[in-house]
């Protein structure tokens, strides 16, 4: 059984720095597809990063203007997102996704991942 499950979250001011990480358990990785969501209160779960566990191969939501990078650490089931240039709009709670078949195409699609971490609170004051 897939288990994921997200740390590195917390409070940092505006133009601050975090580094998200998703610990992910249960199965062999390989060919999958590893997604990064997240959800301010009232809002939908927006997409902001999709890995492909063999080839690296990455795609972001278009609000990461490059601010953002998505990678995984070899020898470990790790996948990790270094959030850089952090804005008060960033406030959301982050959850790690993965899906067993690969599909970049619906890398940005929440409805695709059928395993979901717990999330992680990522707070940014102004």
């Known amino acids: 059984q897939v288990r994921l499950v997200e740390s590195g979250g917390g409070l940092v001011q505006a133009g601050g720095s975090l580094r998200l990480s998703c610990a992910a358990s249960?199965?062999?990785?390989?060919?999958?597809?590893m997604g990064w969501f997240r959800q301010a209160p009232g809002k939908e779960r927006e997409f902001v990063a999709a890995?492909?566990?063999?080839?690296?191969?990455?795609r972001y939501g278009d609000f990461v203007r490059g601010r953002f990078t998505v990678s995984r650490d070899e020898g470990e089931n790790t996948v990790n997102l270094e959030m850089n240039s952090l804005e008060p709009e960033d406030t959301a709670v982050y959850f790690c996704?993965?899906?067993?078949?690969?599909?970049?195409?619906?890398?940005?699609?929440?409805?695709?991942?059928?395993?979901w971490g717990r999330g992680t609170q990522v707070t940014v004051s102004s």
């Open positions: 249960g199965r062999d990785f390989e060919s999958f597809l």
């Open positions: 996704a993965a899906q067993q078949y690969y599909s970049m195409s619906r890398g940005s699609d929440r409805d695709w991942y059928p395993y």
């Open positions: 890995l492909a566990w063999t080839t690296r191969s990455t």
